[in-house]
């Protein structure tokens, strides 16, 4: 016989599987026909910023070499995913797009899952269908980017809470502890749910005897130390020092909150347009200012006492930072660090479209209303609240852009698809004061969220900027320079793209338009050191002697151990014909940089036609020390010898 209660829920099963299966296949095909239009798109193939690294760790990776060197300074889950698949499908950037397509669209059926296991199922399919929609996570979900694993792991995080909510069982805490240990191997700060869940266990199993709570509370923490043990020992013996996730914490925290900071990324050392070489930056600013060479956590720790001090000499400035950067989280703005989706939209339809019609202005206010709704919930739904402010306090830590806020992203969903399929049941019950006071919590969230930032036109010209500079580095310069001058076009006054402009100009031998946009830039940016030097250079390539000395000496007031500019000077210095003026710059240069080959050259030439023909010598031949190949330390050796 059947037996009555498996008949009468097979339908229900198979309607609510149709239904997930549903959210999954919407979103897939979004995804897929994103991908299609973006396929002629100029970052489609070229990789920039973070990606560019994390193509390289993984090309690493795939050829054999997976413990690598050194003590991870990025989150590495993303480079080993991206290592796996190069490893299985070769470096192909559309196999790994398309894979990421369907875990983004899984993701989406776990938010679905979690709606349903925190709320109810509508609410669950309707927060799923809203996920699948999402133009930023369409966005990310085919980005070379470990976006995509953040949006996965903290809808998985959110299912697997949910679950908990619902039935707790051992595997289940166990296998919520690993999801944890893993979205903090994409995203550190993510470490900060781990006291919110924790506390949460322990209330909401009040009624459970303390040594259950505490074994499931071991279980969530065994999970944690499974993921994070094994990367921390591989830290220890390939570093020489134990990390559980990396060592990157001292030099991104000063990025966010140095004296310098304005909330936004800017690389450490001043003049510098993109990312690409942070860790060597901030351990060779470090070592220099130490006098010694360092390990890894003392490069962390000297940035981190550094910014400490930074901040309680000026407490006001810090606190004016933070509460910018507070805003920053909840702002419309979706602001990109070397690409945005509001350029990708200029390339797909589908992207600008549903970026008009839902965006983070839209999902605030929505959430705020949600959270209002179902406020009478609150001991039960106290873990989402506390999770939300939790994560976007410690995203705060560092600067803000989008993908750094984006794993809130799913939590707010969940709570904006709760006000919608809980508005009729409001009605019904005419719970006017909770209606009244969403709408004014929303309408007030609304305010806040959707005055930008940061403009439209600003996010765009830094992604243009930063395709000329990996354009060029890819030998397409007339490609390069045009999006320089794009991001002009959007940004006249965006003086790293004029000075990047400037820069290939120079070297394509366009020097008169060169010094005009250097010397635009300059008004903008005064103290830029590289700026004064390179419009030195110019200078003294149209015969304006005076004037190119008179910038090398800017650059160095400066920045005094400017070794290149003390070169530039010198030679100059010997163009116009004042030698010992010229040995004595050359003379600073070694000084300050003993490893430099032109320099030493340089000098020998200068030291030559001043009659010290030995030195001269000397010079070369230390030159061709360093640098065996150098064709001019050799020439001017050997006629030296040969007394021709």
């Known amino acids: 016989m059947s ?12 309607r609510e599987t149709l239904a997930y299966l549903s959210v999954w296949v919407v979103a897939l095909l979004l995804r897929m026909v994103y991908l ?60 790994v797009r398309l894979v990421q397509v369907v875990i983004g669209a899984c993701s989406c059926v776990l938010l679905a899952a979690a709606g349903r296991s925190f709320f109810k199922r509508s609410t669950g399919l309707l927060a799923g269908a809203l996920l699948a929609v999402y133009p930023t996570a369409i966005f990310f979900d085919c980005s070379i980017q470990k976006s995509v694993l953040d949006l996965f792991l903290v809808c998985g995080l959110l299912a697997a809470l949910g679950r908990v909510a619902e039935r707790p069982r051992h595997r289940l805490w166990l296998g919520t ?30 009624g459970d005897p303390w040594t259950k709570r505490w074994q499931w509370a071991g279980l969530l923490l065994l999970g944690l130390v499974m993921v994070l043990l094994p990367v921390g020992v591989r830290n220890l013996l390939v570093g020489g ?7 990157q914490f001292g030099s991104t925290f000063y990025s966010g909150n140095g004296k310098e900071a304005t909330g936004f990324y800017r690389p450490l050392p001043l003049g510098h347009a993109v990312a690409g070489s942070d860790r060597e930056e901030a351990t060779a600013l470090a070592e220099r200012a130490m006098g010694r060479r360092l390990t890894p956590s003392e490069v962390s720790h000297y940035w981190t006492a550094r910014t400490l001090n930074e901040i309680r000499a000026d407490v006001p400035h810090w606190l004016r930072l933070m509460w910018k950067k507070w805003l920053l989280v909840w702002n419309i703005s979706e602001v990109g660090d070397t690409e945005d989706q509001y350029t990708y939209g200029d390339w797909s339809p589908l992207l600008r479209t549903l970026s008009r019609l839902l965006h983070f202005g839209i999902l605030c206010p929505l959430a705020a209303f949600g959270v209002c709704l179902t406020w009478r919930q609150w001991k039960r739904l106290w873990l989402l609240y506390a999770m939300i402010p939790g994560f976007a306090l410690s995203a705060i ?45 929303a309408a007030v969230a609304a305010v806040i969220c959707n005055h930008p930032m940061l403009s439209e036109a600003v996010i765009r010209a830094g992604t243009h900027n930063s395709l000329g ?42 020097f008169k338009e060169a010094i005009g946009h250097y010397e635009q ?34 650059a160095l007031q400066i920045k005094p151990d400017f070794a290149e500019a003390c070169n530039n000077l ?30 030493h050259c340089n000098l020998g030439v200068a030291l030559e036609q001043a009659g010290r023909v030995q030195e001269a010598m000397g010079h070369y031949e230390q030159a061709l020390r360093l640098e065996p190949g150098f064709v001019e330390a050799r020439q001017r050796l050997a006629r030296l010898r040969t007394g021709r």
Not at 3 to 14: D, H, L, M, T, V
Not at 570 to 599: C, F, M, N, T, W
Request: with cysteine; charged share 20%.
């Open 36 to 95: 299609w239009q973006i396929r002629r798109a100029p970052g489609f193939a070229l990789l920039m910023g973070d990606a560019a690294v994390y193509d390289e760790w993984a090309r690493q990776i795939a050829n054999g070499n997976w413990l690598g060197s050194g003590v991870f300074y990025q989150a590495p889950l993303y480079p080993y995913f991206l290592g796996g698949l190069y490893a299985w499908f070769g470096r192909n950037l559309l196999a």
């Open 469 to 510: 500079v990996y354009l060029i580095q890819a030998g397409r310069v007339q490609e390069g320079i045009e999006q320089y001058r794009q991001a002009l076009r959007l940004m006249p006054d965006f003086a790293d793209a004029r000075i990047n402009l400037a820069d290939e100009l120079q070297r394509t031998g366009q």
């Open 397 to 441: 830590v560092s600067t803000m852009c989008s993908r750094y806020r984006f794993p809130l992203v799913p939590m707010l969903l969940l709570f904006v698809a709760a006000g919608l399929t809980y508005l009729r049941d409001v009605l019904r019950e005419t719970r006017w004061r909770a209606i009244w006071t969403g709408l004014v919590t």
């Open 177 to 206: 502890g690993i999801v944890l240990g893993l979205l903090a191997l994409t995203r550190e700060n993510a470490l900060v749910f781990v006291p919110i869940v924790l506390a949460w266990l322990f209330v909401r199993s009040c």
């Open 3 to 14: 037996n009555p209660a498996c008949s009468e829920q097979s339908p229900k099963f198979g």
């Open 570 to 599: 010198g030679l100059v210095l010997v163009h116009a014909g004042k030698i010992p003026e010229a040995i004595s710059r050359y003379e600073q240069a070694l000084r300050l940089r003993p490893d430099y080959p032109e320099a």
């Open 241 to 247: 020092q134990f990390y559980l996730t990396t060592a």
């Open 521 to 554: 830039a300059l008004r903008i940016k005064p103290n830029d050191p590289d700026a004064h030097n390179n419009l030195g250079i110019a200078l003294a390539r149209v015969g304006e002697l005076n004037e190119a000395i008179e910038r090398f000496q800017q």
